[in-house]
T-cell receptor, first 111, second 114 residues
Framework: AQRVTQPEKLLSVFKGAPVELKCNYS??????LFWYVQYSRQRLQLLLR??SRESIKGFTADLNKGETSFHLKKPFAQEEDSAMYYC?????????????FGKGTRLSVIA | DTEVTQTPKHLVMGMTNKKSLKCEQH?????MYWYKQKAKKPPELMFVYSYEKLSINESVPSRFSPECPNSSLLNLHLHALQPEDSALYLC?????????????FGPGTRLTVL
């Protein structure tokens, strides 16, 4: 069964401090991992996907298959990064398998 | 047009009412989804449509009835709801056969059942 674990409900950091939001997954097949972000009063939107290996808004995430992790990192947090972050998983082998979401981590960046 | 739109933004209904939520996308996506999101919780999948056919129903009560009239539209018909059905209802779409699970979400309809 697919499972995504985000161990922290809430993460508070000071502006300019490094941020790491943890995500671990369980999946027997070939997974595709995503980070979605939900800013206050805005729609859920894709932040990163592991396939593209890009940096968005200073955030990066590397898939570690050995540790089954996909942690989200940013070297210097900004106040506008405060939001709800969801790690999500789907199968790479099927076009429209549903996303499985973690419970989410609320990031609060303190000025 | 690269967005998923949902109407209405807000809906208040009584337990005996019948109402519908509407979702639209013009990105050519052939998979569309309904999710329910309670406050401070992740989205919970309700239904998946693939090529206008219902492919997944996550054991959703029959008081929720989805409909996909064409590849761009997705409706959710509501009847005899309960107060605990109050939530944000999200629609999403994705490409078919892309190997990608990336989904594009609408802004949601905030439903209150009195």
């Amino acid at each position: 069964a697919q499972r995504v674990t985000q161990p922290e409900k809430l993460l508070s950091v000071f502006k300019g401090a490094p941020v790491e939001l943890k995500c671990n997954y369980s999946y027997s097949g070939s997974p595709e991992l995503f980070w979605y972000v939900q800013y206050s009063r805005q729609r859920l939107q894709l932040l990163l996907r592991h396939i593209s290996r890009e940096s968005i808004k200073g955030f990066t995430a590397d898939l570690n298959k050995g540790e089954t992790s996909f942690h989200l990192k940013k070297p210097f947090a900004q106040e506008e990064d405060s939001a709800m972050y969801y790690c999500a998983l789907s199968s790479r082998n099927s076009g429209n398998t549903p996303l499985v979401f973690g419970k989410g981590t609320r990031l609060s960046v303190i000025a | 047009d690269t967005e998923v739109t949902q109407t209405p933004k807000h809906l208040v209904m009584g337990m005996t009412n019948k109402k519908s939520l509407k979702c639209e996308q013009h990105m050519g996506h052939r998979a569309m989804y309904w999710y329910k999101q309670k406050a401070k919780k992740p989205p919970e999948l309700m239904f998946v449509y693939s090529y206008e056919k219902l492919s997944i129903n996550e054991s959703v009560p029959s008081r929720f009835s989805p409909e996909c009239p064409n590849s761009s539209l997705l409706n959710l018909h509501l009847h005899a709801l309960q107060p605990e059905d109050s939530a944000l209802y999200l629609c999403a779409s994705s490409r078919r056969n892309s190997g990608s699970g990336e989904q594009f979400f609408g802004p949601g309809t905030r439903l209150t059942v009195l």
